[in-house]
């Protein structure tokens, strides 16, 4: 089983930068597909950005791709999510999720079989 705690959340001023962190632990870290997701107060939860195991490809959302980005440290067990440019869209609920299946779907939360508490980002202007 893998357990993951997100930290880095807070609040920030439009255009301004955020990194937000994910610490794993149980399974080998780098057996797993890492995705970050996001939900807002009413709407679904939705795909923000994944990277794969091995090589490491990323995946992006349309609405992210150019301003974040999705990186792991495998020896820390860490997958972060480097935020700039944000924007009050950007406000909502971060999850962290894990999965192992070669087969997984990166965009789909309901692939994922692991995910943190959430860390709640909330940009001002």
């Known amino acids: 089983q893998v357990q993951l705690v997100e930290s880095g959340g807070g609040l920030v001023q439009a255009g301004g930068s955020l990194r937000l962190s994910c610490t794993a632990s149980g399974r080998t870290f780098s057996s797993y597909t890492m995705g970050w997701f996001r939900q807002a107060p009413g709407k679904e939860r939705e795909f923000v950005a994944a990277?794969?195991?091995?090589?490491?490809?990323?995946y992006y959302a349309d609405s992210v791709k150019g301003r974040f980005t999705i990186s792991r440290d495998n020896a820390k067990n860490t997958v972060y999510l480097q935020m700039n440019s944000l924007k009050l869209e950007d406000t909502a609920v971060y999850y962290c999720?894990?999965?192992?299946?070669?087969?997984?779907?990166?965009?789909?939360?309901?692939?994922?079989?692991?995910w943190g508490q959430g860390t709640q980002v909330t940009v001002s202007s």
């Open positions: 990277i794969r195991r091995g090589v490491g490809f990323t």
């Open positions: 999720a894990a999965d192992w299946s070669p087969a997984l779907n990166t965009r789909s939360a309901r692939d994922y079989d692991y």
